[in-house]
């Protein structure tokens, strides 16, 4: 398990010009950041989630939230000017990007969708993302994410 493995995400990433650093872990299901986290031994608040939602007309999008976060839906709404936000179901999640629930990376997805960054990433020097793979991070500066995602900056964080 000490080979990274080459998938879309880690594909564009390298076609971008993006410098990453691979870090894989075992994957627990439903542990989510909290698991990936405490297997890199980094603060889950730099673990960055890819969660992919849906408009009222649905419209996929994604949002990249804190790992410690949740995503306010009606915040986001509010911000995006949307009548209602809510998160897509793992298939539907899984048909919009190509990857698996819990493998999802914003990076090489399947479709291009509109990428929403909780605004506060930005204050980190370093975050760890799924590179395309349950059980595997890629980690990168947000300045890098920005720059090949251009995502909106949004404030929409609730406590977990």
């Not at 730099?46 to 992919?52: E, Q």
């Not at 947000?142 to 929409?156: E, G, I, K, W, Y």
Request: proline letters at 6%.
């Amino acid at each position: 398990m000490n080979q990274a493995p080459e998938t879309p995400a880690t594909k564009f990433l390298r076609a971008a010009r993006v410098p990453f650093s691979s870090h894989l872990y075992a994957y627990e299901e439903h542990g989510g950041t909290r698991v990936s986290a405490r297997e890199l031994n980094v603060d889950e608040h730099a673990v960055v989630k890819t969660l992919v939602f849906e408009n009222e007309r649905a419209v996929p999008l994604i949002v990249l939230m804190h790992g410690d976060r949740k995503v306010s839906a009606k915040e986001l709404a509010r911000q995006i000017g949307c009548k209602k936000i809510e998160p897509c179901d793992p298939d539907t999640a899984n048909r919009h990007t190509g990857f698996l629930v819990g493998g999802t990376s914003p990076f090489g997805t399947k479709k291009k969708m509109p990428i929403y960054l909780e605004k506060s990433i930005l204050d980190l020097s370093l975050i760890y993302i799924n590179g395309g793979r349950r059980g595997f991070l890629v980690g990168v500066h947000p300045h890098d994410l920005v720059r090949v995602l251009q995502p909106t900056a949004v404030s929409v964080a609730l406590d977990k």
